[in-house]
């Protein structure tokens, strides 16, 4: 029977094609007004067509008035490229380089805040054993929420923010981007809060709940809370089950320190090891995936480290231990210590660390430090490469991101805003007003975001500050931050060391 199907002449050509690449280049850039920031990052990394399109005027002049309007209303674009503007102006306000930002306060009792987190649209402050908890989209439209969460019957020690779409809670794909916080409080118990109410209550330390993991243990689904309490114990517990009590959560019980557990991170290489350090400066590695019996063969690693633990942070297979007045490193691979990147006598009272400039900040008294990992390694006693100057007292509060450094302390009533690369100051504010207050006195917590800051003082009365610098237009002078930093040369980012010519 004869194939009824047409003949396929082999020698004709192929339909034409036109690829994204052979327009030209106006109508590409026609395209991209369309794409958001990221993807116009994403399409000048792709090919030197779309770099041209992607750096052009039309692209980001379209950015530049979506995301501050009220800049170009006044008067013309900048003489320069708008791309460079455009860049200049979200790092400065980045580096809340500006006296004008968006600035709220609200007055509370005359007690400390010892915790404060800022997540998309909430602040979550505590004060003893309650949390605060405000809205921030209602600030224009001066009709504020204020809630106030009091389940815990004791001081609240440790809150966390983690994804809902790691816990039980996660429903639908729009709730994907919103966060559960955790706290832990001296009544030997932990909590789940979400949409302003206590959704689970883990109970089983036999004391006061002291810390708890930096993240979430485990990979996929069945993600676990780590806590450590003041009965020297590390208990794992599950976010995937279900029940108001939390009932059947407690996975595991680790035993093996002698002291109550002081702080807790979570590898960066293996997301289910746990490093912890207890009271006496003792610190032990956790598999927290073996199914043994015996928890304490749970135990993979120990070591210790000198001085009062201050601060813990752990990035690969890295673990940074600031404790009395020095910063220790320690391969968790073998538990050694590698090497000692800073030193702050006679203590440290803050530690922060951003590995992706191999920066390590200290807060000591009256000032803070920055170190280059990079120049430690090989350097028998670290030299700081800035001394961020003027402090009162010591520096307890301490925040570092790529464009910023913010210092700020209980003695002194002004917090500190740093370049990141440079180490001058782009910036002071003050946290407490004392024409107002009978009593001042400085920062007891403060939580930073972006161009977002929230400062909490603890004078009569104390007083929590949201100030945001995203629309800021107003820049400060020079003359108005008196710079106190000592920079000790350019930093250098490549493996072999900056020469000092």
Known sequence: MADPSPAVDEASPSPSTTAITDLNEDA??????????????NMAMSCKL???????????????????????????????????????????????????????????VAKPHDHILLDNNDIFSTQGSSIQNIKIDNFLSESY???TLSDHKARITCMRLFPLHETSLFRS??????????????????????????????????????TLSDKLLGDGSGKILASGGEDATVRLW?????????????????????KPIKLMSVAGHKSFLLVTISKDSKVRVWDTSTSSAVRSSCCVGM???????VDMKCHESMLYIASGSSVVTIDLRTMQKVMTPAICKPILHSFSIMPSKSLICTGGIGKAMTWDIRRSQDAVKPQPMAE?????????????????IVTGGRDDLRVNIWETDTGMLANSL???????????????????????????????????????????????????????????????YSDTDCSDG
């Open 50 to 108: 779309f770099k041209h399109v992607a750096y052009s005027d039309s692209v980001w002049q379209r950015l530049f008035r979506e995301q501050w309007p009220q800049v170009l209303v006044s008067g013309s674009l900048p003489t320069v490229r708008v791309r460079e503007a455009y860049l200049a102006r979200r790092i400065a306000l980045l580096r809340f380089k500006f006296v004008d930002p968006l600035d709220v306060c609200f007055y509370s």
């Open 173 to 210: 794909e729009p709730q994907r981007t919103e966060n559960v916080l955790v706290t832990s409080s001296c009544d030997h118990s932990i909590r789940l809060w979400w949409k302003g109410s206590c959704q689970r209550c883990f109970k089983g330390h036999n004391g006061p709940v002291s």
């Open 238 to 258: 599950s976010l995937s089950s279900s029940g108001k009590r939390g009932q059947q959560a407690l996975k595991a019980t680790l035993y093996g320190h002698e």
């Open 430 to 492: 003050l946290c407490d007003y004392p024409e107002e207050a009978d009593i001042s006195t400085g920062c007891s917590a403060m939580a930073v975001s972006g161009c977002r800051i929230v400062t909490a003082s603890y004078g009569e009365p104390g007083l929590l500050q949201f100030r945001d610098f995203s629309n800021a237009t107003c820049p400060v002078l020079k003359h108005e931050v008196k710079n106190d930093s000592k920079f000790w040369g350019p930093q250098c």
């Open 28 to 41: 590409v850039a026609h395209c991209a007004l369309n794409l958001s920031l990221q993807d116009i990052s």
């Open 145 to 147: 929420y204020r809630a």
């Open 388 to 404: 961020l100057d003027g402090h009162v007292g010591s520096v307890t509060q301490l925040h570092m991101d790529p464009y910023k």
């Open 303 to 309: 070591t210790s480290v000198p001085g009062v633990p």
